[in-house]
């Protein structure tokens, strides 16, 4: 089995504790990514796990063996790193087949697994050029070529295509999920891109200040974010939030906010709260734009639309803060005239405790 096991992780820098006893168990041949904003300590864990940053605390395991004292080389893992870290003189085969020249590996050996390697990642007509003479696409293909050879246990990423532009990065997400699909191997992936995470991961890990946010798919994380950071992490756009309180209302909890009422699901939570300060969570996509005369309308201050084709983005404000609502235009383009706000589902809407950021117990998307 190789699967990767951390218990109570910890890594400090003197005094400074920067990773706070995190807990994670990765299976084998799972895709989990790690994502968080800058300095959240993802990279941190990752190097831990691939044995580049020494572990102050916890106990790391990978295939049922502690490896916290076990040298990188010795950990059966291989990284694929953001800036490539390919050897200019070398031409693509050579890069390749690096690691296994160092293994003192058999000619054959290498000949072979340097034919698989390029067969798999689209790589055999540049085996004979140098980096310099490949894209960054290529470069890419290369640094993940020269892990899979070697055949480990585990791939650690680390931001491995934030040096793309825009459209290679769209197509290496797609070819780093085939391969992990063709080789099953069991992979760690860092980035902060919430898009990278979201298409990637069998399951992906939220951190912020070196601690865990929350774990799940990435439509349990999306459909139910345990507290607003995660809700305001994952999406794009991200989810709405503004302040409300609680009221009684005939047919349940009520929030008011800014002279305006919007019903809410019935919740145990939410049971004689009247008064109770919240903030409220709604996604982009679960609202339909209404005009004036809509039952149950909350208005907005519309800024501006942007028409993207098949959807379009609706800017506007409420209660003085952004407001983003994303809708359907096929068919349709007629909806984005005389907009004066939206009507949603009260089962759509995610309530938080205003001072804690938790989401309130009871509240349960299905996928």
């Known amino acids: 089995m190789s699967g990767v096991n951390l218990e109570g992780i910890v890594k400090a820098y003197g005094p400074i504790q920067v990773v706070h006893g995190i807990d994670l168990e990765v299976k084998e041949k799972e895709f989990v990514v790690l994502v968080g904003p800058s300095g959240c300590g993802k990279s941190t864990t990752l190097r831990m796990i691939a044995g580049l940053e020494e572990i102050s605390d916890g106990a790391l395991t990978i295939d049922g063996r502690m490896v916290n004292r076990v040298a990188p080389k010795d950990r059966d893992v291989a990284m694929v790193f953001q800036n490539y870290a390919l050897y200019p003189h070398l031409n693509v ?39 310099a003479d490949l894209s960054g696409g290529q470069r890419q293909r290369v640094a993940m070529g020269r892990a899979i050879v070697r055949r480990p246990k585990v791939f650690l990423f680390d931001e491995p295509l934030s040096n793309l532009d825009a459209k290679l990065r769209t197509q290496m997400r797609a070819e780093i999920k085939r391969l992990h699909k063709r080789l099953g191997a069991t992979s760690i992936y860092v980035t902060h891109d919430q898009i990278e995470a979201m298409t990637l991961a069998d399951r992906i890990v939220v951190m912020s200040d070196g601690r865990i946010e929350q774990i799940g798919s990435p439509m349990e994380l999306f459909l139910n974010p345990a507290n607003t950071f ?29 002279g305006q009422r919007i019903q809410l699901q019935k919740l145990e939570s939410l049971a004689n709260s009247e008064g109770r300060k919240v903030k409220l969570g709604i996604r982009p996509e679960f609202v339909s734009v209404a005009d004036q005369d809509a039952p149950n309308l909350v208005k907005l201050d519309v800024d501006l639309i942007e028409t993207l ?55 349960v998307l299905e996928q």
């Open 309 to 363: 084709g098949s959807e379009a983005l609706i800017h506007a404000h409420l209660m003085g803060d952004p407001f983003v609502i994303r809708t359907n235009t096929v068919g349709q383009m007629n909806i984005l005239n005389g907009i004066s706000g939206f009507t949603i589902e009260p089962h759509l809407i995610k309530v938080f405790d205003a001072e804690t950021g938790q989401a309130l117990p009871g509240q």
């Open 230 to 258: 995660v809700a305001g992490f994952l999406g794009s756009p991200p989810m709405n939030m503004f302040d409300a309180t609680i009221t009684a209302g005939e047919q349940g909890p009520v929030a008011e906010f800014d």
């Open 93 to 131: 085969a050579d890069n390749i087949a690096f690691g296994l020249r160092i293994r003192k590996e058999s000619k054959e050996h290498i000949a072979e697994s340097v034919e698989e390697v390029g067969n798999i990642l689209g790589l055999t007509p540049y085996l004979e050029r140098r980096p």
